[in-house]
């Protein structure tokens, strides 16, 4: 399955920390998006880095791509309450030729404390 | 409108029930995606749309179908609902299908008994 595997499934920490997110997938893709899901409502994107791209940032938000070991992490600084989500990494690529598919990993669930 | 809005917010249904999911979209996107979320498998896309007119299969398309005759809308059908299709239902939209973020709907929780 192409799926990205995002780790850990949990994570739980202190406001003011960072927090890193871990994304592994299987095949090669032509980019890898992160979303972030808070509790009952729908997903909403984050960021987007293409696969020629290393590092991607964006507020507190740090994501890095390496292809040659196919991962990817999501790096969220000086944490707040309000960051306690699920984030998912999805993974977008090329089947024969011109379909295009997009697909979601199981996601990591972030609590961050007060 | 802004963006994408789903109706029902939720809803029980008996099986074998006929069921339509509806999705709008007012952002003029080529693309319309419908998504099942289930605890523990994550999204799995059922159906697509990469354009008005023409539609896809997902990685779960049995039990469901799905229309798109003009570009705002997207509804999701199920002919005869069954339990294992209990779950939380996405629509999504992107301005097109390559290399494009996706915007989400709200959701809809379905219940089938």
């Known amino acids: 399955s192409q799926q990205g595997e995002e780790d850990p499934q949990a994570l739980s920490i202190q406001e003011g920390e960072n927090a890193t997110m871990n994304c592994s997938y299987k095949?090669?893709?032509?980019?890898l998006q992160w979303y972030r899901q808070n509790s009952g409502r729908g997903l909403v994107h984050l960021i987007l880095?293409?696969?020629?791209?290393r590092e991607k940032h964006s507020g507190r938000l740090r994501v890095t791509l390496d292809t040659s070991k196919k991962s990817s992490s999501l790096l969220i600084t000086a944490s707040r309450a309000a960051d306690t989500a699920s984030y998912f990494c999805?993974?977008?690529?090329?089947?024969?030729?011109?379909?295009?598919?997009?697909?979601f990993g199981k996601g990591t669930l972030l609590t961050v404390n007060p | 409108i802004a963006g994408i809005t789903q109706a029902p917010t939720s809803q029980i249904l008996a099986a074998g029930r006929r069921m339509t999911l509806r999705c709008t979209q007012d952002?003029?996107?080529?693309?319309m995606y419908w998504y099942r979320q289930d605890l523990g498998l994550g999204l799995r896309l059922i159906h697509y749309?990469?354009?008005?007119?023409?539609?896809g299969k997902g990685e779960v398309p049995d039990g469901y179908s799905v229309s798109r005759a003009n570009t705002d809308d997207f509804p999701l059908t199920l002919a005869s609902a069954v339990p294992s299709q209990t779950s939380v239902y996405f629509c999504?939209?992107?301005?097109?299908?390559?290399?494009?973020?996706?915007?989400f709907g709200p959701g809809t929780r379905l219940t089938v008994l």
């Open positions: 999504a939209s992107s301005r097109g299908p390559y290399y494009n973020e996706q915007f």
């Open positions: 999805a993974t977008d690529y090329t089947v024969g030729g011109s379909n295009y598919k997009l697909t």
């Open positions: 749309s990469n354009t008005a007119g023409t539609t």
């Open positions: 095949t090669s893709i032509n980019n």
């Open positions: 952002m003029r996107h080529n693309a």
């Open positions: 880095i293409r696969s020629n791209e």
